[in-house]
């Protein structure tokens, strides 16, 4: 009886879509891990797929809601992710120019999307407690700094598509406290200057090439062009039904690269179809309005914040990178949430499930 207790305090409507979006992953790295004759990473991401679901059984234990009211244990949490994002500037490996992992024996360490979790969480409390004050520019202006420090952390690593992920969830979470038009256009502005200067002293040639590429895709076939490309023939050539995970000639070949990460999406569009890609989507937009349905219905402006901006960070990072693999959007490097190979980010988001499931 205690046993199915236990299993009714469970979010299962947040948790179920969750876990759904995994199984797609799994599939499609288990298909590139049968190619390799390997099954490494198969392997990895089923343990840190286990781990996950350990992490949101064993948070199912404590009564987050003192998150509400501490905030001294939110900013600690804040502060180690800027300890963790500073210390890759010198303990950090370096991998196609981006040092952005801890290298901890055969597994890696990325800090950045628990640094995107915690960020939501100081913003959460911060701007529950200034509900009232969010048309003066001042509490704008103070928030920033706290999105400002992680944002130029993860942006000189380099990695230009996560630091700008922390931007869309700022956004959400301002724009849900109630930010008026007038400061809304002033960030617009701002956010175009910033822009604009990273595009002029920050970003590396190959990230400047990824741009260019997007708006021209033809402008270099076998080389810079050639991801988007590889990505727009796999998902073309899986048709309705898809060509299944043994004969998807993209991956099997080797033909689409990281075809486990960043692009994993036209793998599974290739393996599945159209008709597969739609279920995924379908569980996207549904764990999204899940998520949506806790801030709408929660009783303290803190859960309802929290929700907004893990919300808008699965959103907006799903966004990207389907938009990528189709050619929408310049590539940038984000990985599909709960769906991508990387242990960090699917232990990361799971965490932040987690603690929604015990805030709602």
Known sequence: ??????????????????????????????SFSSAQGNFFY???????????????????????????????????????????????????????????WYKLGIFSFDPVPFAAIFLIAILSKYFAVRHIEIKRFQSIFFSLLYLAIPFFLILFQPDFGSAFILIFVWLGIVIFSGLGIRHFLILGLVALIIFVAAWQFWLKNYQKERVISFLNPKIDFQGISWNINQSKIA???????????????????????????????????????????????????????????????????FTRLFAIGFAFLLISQSFINIGMTLGLLPVVGIPLPFVSYGGSYILAFYLGLGMLGRLG
């Open 1 to 30: 009886m205690n046993f199915l207790k236990f299993l009714k305090n469970f979010n299962w409507p947040l948790i179920l879509p969750a876990f759904a979006l995994t199984l797609f992953g799994l599939l499609s790295i288990y």
């Open 42 to 100: 198969f392997k990895k991401q089923l343990i840190f797929f286990a781990f996950s679901v350990f992490l949101v059984i064993l948070l199912n234990f404590f009564d987050l809601k003192f998150l509400k009211h501490n905030s001294y244990f939110i900013f600690a949490l804040y502060f180690l992710s800027l300890i963790a994002l500073l210390g890759l500037y010198f303990f950090g490996v370096e991998i196609k120019g981006d040092k952005g």
């Open 235 to 301: 998902i073309g050539s899986g048709g309705f039904w898809g060509k299944g995970i043994s004969n998807n000639s993209q991956i099997q070949y080797g033909f689409l690269p990281s075809s486990q990460t960043d692009f994993i999406f036209a793998s599974i569009a290739e393996a599945t179809g159209f008709f597969g890609i739609l279920i995924l989507i379908f569980f996207i937009i549904f764990l999204f309005s899940q998520i949506m349905k806790v801030a709408l219905l929660a009783e303290d402006n």
